[in-house]
């Protein structure tokens, strides 16, 4: 199979509407900026897009949500986006709120074929509503199944034409579990290098998992909140 495509226009073409959509990164941290504007640009509309946010407004995810593509959000964070607030508060965006550890736990669990794990996080909240519950040791414990989606969005540093994949520091963050638990995972990388270019023992994802990638541009890496102190 041809995994080098030509960029992320082929690859979100791939992406009908109503499909439910991983997307790796941390804040603004390890996003896919090229696949994100690229689905932007192809309108592709009603999704579900599972992500750890919904980026900021005018960047990242932020703006699917203002272009109205966004059906449902499967997240933990909402600070930082004022539109997704917006539309959560007018019943226009339907939201899922995990916590982060159990979101994580979840991606990694539908990667490995895992039914489903009990955790003590969320019980007796909202969280724990409608799922079953168990006491584990004496602590009452959740019962939380696996996410999976049709497709995984994902950013790395340097891929190879085989489909391994490295991370860059913080960029390890959700990027490798989602590369691991959808149909289709689709990666755009800093520096793509011939296959065998890559030390296997610095492999991160295996290019098992990895259906398609291509060398992205153009990254503007934002800081989600720049602080400085003075001097």
């Not at 941290?29 to 690229?38: K, V």
């Not at 509309?45 to 005018?58: E, F, H, K, Q, Y």
């Not at 709120?97 to 979101?103: D, E, N």
């Not at 019980?123 to 959740?142: L, M, N, Q, S, W």
Request: glycine share 14%.
């Amino acid at each position: 199979m041809r995994k080098v495509i030509s960029g992320a226009r082929e690859a979100v073409a791939l992406i009908p509407d109503g499909a439910s959509v991983m997307v790796g990164g941390f804040g603004l941290c390890g996003i896919p900026e090229n696949l994100i504007a690229a689905l932007r640009a192809q309108g592709t509309r009603n999704l579900t897009i599972i992500s750890n946010n919904a980026g900021v407004d005018g960047f990242g995810l932020g703006v699917l949500l203002e272009s109205r593509q966004v059906r449902k959000v499967i997240g933990t964070y909402v600070g930082e986006n004022q539109e997704f607030e917006r539309q959560f508060l007018s019943g226009e965006l339907e939201v899922e709120l995990v916590p982060q550890g159990t979101f994580a736990e979840r991606i990694r669990a539908g990667g490995a074929g895992i039914g489903g794990f009990f955790t003590p996080t969320g019980y007796g909240t909202v969280v724990a509503e409608g799922k079953e519950t168990r006491v584990i040791d004496g602590v009452p414990h959740v019962l939380e199944g696996p996410l999976r989606a049709d497709f995984a969005l994902i950013k790395a540093f340097r891929g190879d034409a085989a489909g391994n994949l490295v991370y860059r520091k913080t960029a390890r963050n959700f990027n490798p579990m989602m590369a691991t638990a959808a149909a289709v995972t689709i990666a755009e990388v800093e520096h793509l290098v011939d296959a065998g270019g890559i030390d296997p023992d610095h492999v991160h994802t295996p290019g098992l998992y990895v259906r398609h990638l291509f060398q992205g541009t153009g990254y503007e890496k934002r800081i989600e909140r720049r602080t400085t102190r003075r001097a």
